[in-house]
């Protein structure tokens, strides 16, 4: 809502002069702010330069003095080096504060205004002036040029509205590139009041800085949102990172931007805590491409890793789907028991050897198939490890065959009958047949060796017996028998993982850099042979566990990947967000149970966004009517603005269908006709949603219309946006599985600007081409 009231706050067009005036006086705070950073890249230049000479003498004093001056100059390059468009975005003007008490960034700390702040009146002085960008830059007397937007000076500028405004006047976003203001855009805080700066009245320019962004066309990467955050977004964004931080909103509320700046935000309030890195577990490789621009360009990526769910375990890259009934098995909590089961039958190959043969003291011992398999069974009670068993399973062999050789009664002294055991394991030990037979019979198991043998119906079925029935085996075998893993196989490795106990890699030895006992420091180091990239995907592929995971559409992960994410966070701090209304899993019930387990005890805090700042008003109702179906009583977030362009419906049919077209192949012409229309009338990115198993033959019909242009399945269209999408048989999408009325919820909510939903005969659509899934 806040963003509502502040559009109707803004205080419509002033004259242009007065528009030149207030866009000259933030470009000369702007050149104050570059001759600043440039005064400090000469200093780091000096410093590295001098920094250099040190290191050549090479005592311990001066690698030291060497590195703290290499890491200081190095901050700054690495900083500065990096132009951002906005690198000053904000400003807010501020009444006298109550204490007159200044925090560390120089900024007055108090809230409210003091008493007699404002006269009776109604008027007022402005006391306090604040810049706020994408980093501190203090003048040469300390007093703050700009104001890091994470500082709690600058919360004001993004908490602040009419209802609550503070010590806040006027609130001003501005617009820059490189060196040069390009506008400015205010809205009062306080309307009623008549406010001087420096002596003269304070003028109000344009209409909204939100409406302004929120119009901008797409592109195929999500852009930040620092200028114009939100009030309710900003308390989710700066909450405290204890516990688990929980975030509901209904589509294009803004969770997948407020989780992200959350991170940037937590890495500067504790940069040292989270050296331990934050994790960002995201549904698809699509958009974790879409999003991954938006923390470099808050200046954080090194300690972030962006991950899709089939690419969270070591070295894996799962892009392929299961069908929806496969996907539901193996995604299903009942799978854990299988796995165990499967870690524990896989031992037993078509090779495995079914007698052990050995020759020691001089007689020829010997085990066969019931006592071996009798071995294996108490060698495998319990739930240690698989792999970690083989140890004690070799003493359990040593025992069997200790007790075949009659030796063990031949002497009744404890210390003699000791040592002659002693001697007798090493007598069998040493044998090339004992270490073979062990390695066949006990082999070291690896995850992909486990999925290989589920995908044999009869094994698995032997597995599964009153976990799974025969159709949920019969499935499970064969999507395991295809080429490729699919994403949720990944879990089940991972969990596999667990469950053999694989002994950790070994890691690569570093070679020892002495600016890495700069802990949690040394990623802001620009001159390195390892860019910050490389390093941080480095870490991630070491890094087993986060310090902060944050859950993109949580809703969406299955209970398998619960368990996958929570082995990554267990000493975590998390936030969690994602919309019930959008799951695509069949069981909501049963990913909360596993997601509850994942995030332990650990309290909750609550959020909900309510605002709707993707979909024009026009496309949220049509997509009500979807929610209302897929999940009765829920409400949809209220859309913050509207075009006055209503979604477009076009009927079509393959044979003898009622569209305008009816020929064969119809349905890929008129999708391609709608997509070029939709192209010329925006400037961005257009989507087209289409059931899944309809993706390739989408990609053809589109062939050619260049990269403005892309199709995608319905499960692929999670969390991105396009300036214009068409949706292709909503029937078709909501057929597709179990929670296909929320699939089709999603791909209605994917456009900023305009839709076109085009029938086939299943969506049996009236006269006007609504299909029936869209009509009230
Ligand atoms: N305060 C804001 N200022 C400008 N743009 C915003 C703001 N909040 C959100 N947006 C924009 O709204 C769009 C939707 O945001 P986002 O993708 O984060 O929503 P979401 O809640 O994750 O949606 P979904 O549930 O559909 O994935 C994005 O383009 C984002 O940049």
Redesign the pocket.
């Known amino acids: 809502m806040a963003a509502q009231v502040q559009q109707e706050a803004a205080v419509g067009p002033a004259h242009d002069s007065v528009r030149e005036r207030e866009i000259g006086i933030e470009q000369e705070h702007l050149d104050r702010v570059y001759h600043r950073l440039e005064e400090k890249i000469h200093e780091a230049e000096f410093l590295m330069d001098d920094a250099v000479k040190r290191g050549q003498v090479g005592t311990p004093g001066a690698l030291a003095e060497r590195d703290a001056q290499v890491y200081r100059a190095g901050i700054h390059l690495n900083r500065l080096n990096n132009e951002y468009e906005d690198f000053l975005f904000g400003r807010i003007d501020l009444l006298l504060g109550k204490d007159g008490e200044k925090g560390p960034d120089g900024a007055y700390t108090a809230v409210e205004p003091a008493e007699g702040a404002v006269r009776d009146d109604a008027t007022a002085d402005i006391a306090e002036t604040l810049h706020i960008g994408r980093m501190g830059v203090l003048d040469e007397d300390y007093a703050p040029l700009v104001i890091d937007w994470r500082a709690p000076a600058a919360a004001p500028f993004y908490r602040s509205t009419p209802v609550a405004p503070g010590r806040v006047v006027r609130r001003r976003v501005i617009r820059s590139k490189g060196r040069r203001v390009l506008g400015v855009e205010d809205d009062l805080m306080r309307p009623e009041l008549t406010a001087s700066l420096d002596g003269h009245e304070l003028a109000v320019v344009g209409d909204g800085a939100?409406m302004a962004?929120?119009g901008r066309a797409?592109s195929h990467s999500?852009?930040d949102?620092v200028s114009?955050?939100?009030a309710e977004?900003d308390m989710v964004i700066r909450a405290p990172a204890a516990s688990v931080t929980y975030v509901e909103?209904?589509?294009?509320?803004?969770?997948?931007?407020?989780a992200l700046h959350r991170a940037a935000y937590l890495l500067y309030q504790d940069r040292r805590r989270y050296a331990g890195g934050i994790l960002v577990v995201s549904p698809t490789p699509l958009l974790v491409a879409y999003t991954e621009g938006v923390l470099p360009s808050l200046g954080e990526e090194g300690q972030v890793a962006i991950r899709a769910l089939g690419s969270l375990a070591d070295g894996m890259e799962a892009t392929l789907y299961d069908s929806p009934a496969a996907a539901r098995v193996k995604g299903s909590s009942r799978m854990l028991k299988v796995l165990r089961k499967a870690a524990r039958g896989a031992l037993e190959r078509t090779d495995s050897p079914s007698r052990l043969r050995v020759v020691a003291m001089g007689r020829r011992l010997e085990l066969e198939a019931g006592e071996l398999d009798r071995i294996r069974q108490t060698a495998l009670s319990g739930t240690a490890p698989v792999n970690l068993l083989r140890p004690r399973a070799r003493k359990l062999l040593l025992d069997a065959l200790w007790a075949r050789s009659g030796a063990a009664g031949r002497h009744s002294d404890p210390e003699l009958a000791a040592e002659l055991r002693s001697s007798f394991d090493e007598d069998v030990t040493g044998e090339d047949d004992f270490t073979a037979f062990l390695d066949a019979w006990w082999p070291e198991l690896t995850p992909r060796e486990v999925l290989t043998a589920m995908a044999d119906e009869k094994r698995l079925g032997r597995w599964a017996r009153r976990t799974l029935n025969p159709g949920e085996v019969r499935r499970v075998a064969r999507s395991l028998r295809r080429d490729g893993l699919t994403v949720h196989d990944v879990a089940l490795l991972d969990e596999l993982h667990a469950i053999l106990g694989l002994p950790a890699r070994p890691r690569k030895k570093r070679e020892l850099d002495p600016l890495d006992q700069l802990t949690g420091l040394d990623e802001l180091m620009p001159v390195r042979e390892e860019s910050q990239r490389e390093r941080a995907e480095r870490l991630a592929r070491e890094r087993t566990e986060y310090a902060h995971v944050i859950v993109d559409?949580a809703q969406d992960l299955t209970p398998m990947q619960w368990r996958m994410v929570g082995r990554r966070g267990r000493h975590a701090t998390w936030t969690v967000v994602g919309?019930p209304a959008?799951s695509s899993w069949s069981d909501p019930d049963e990913a909360a149970e596993a997601r509850e387990e994942a995030l332990g005890t650990r309290p909750r805090r609550r959020f909900t966004?309510t605002v709707n700042?993707?979909n024009p008003s026009e496309i949220a109702e049509l997509a009500a009517k979807v929610l209302a179906l897929a999940m009765p009583g829920s409400e949809p977030p209220s859309a913050v603005r509207s075009t006055g362009v209503r979604p477009r419906f076009v009927t079509t049919g393959d044979g003898d269908g009622r569209g305008e077209d009816r020929g064969k192949g119809a349905l890929g012409r008129t999708v391609r006709r709608e997509a070029a229309r939709l192209l010329d009338l925006v400037d961005g990115t257009v989507g087209v949603v289409v059931a899944m198993d309809r993706r390739e033959e989408a990609a053809r019909w589109l062939a050619g219309l260049g990269d403005r242009v892309v199709a995608l399945g319905s499960l692929e269209a999670?969390?991105l946006?396009y300036d214009a999408t068409v949706v292709v048989s909503p029937a078709e999408i909501a057929d597709e599985s179990p929670a296909g009325l929320r699939v089709l919820y999603?791909a209605l909510?994917r456009a900023?600007q305009q839709l076109t939903v085009v029938s086939g005969e299943r969506d049996e659509p009236d006269a006007a081409g609504v299909p029936d899934l869209l009509r009230d």
């Open positions: 939100l962004a929120l797409r999500m852009r949102i114009s955050i939100q977004q909103g209904g589509p294009g509320t803004g969770k997948t931007a407020v559409e919309d959008q966004l700042y993707r999670k969390g946006e999603v909510t900023t």
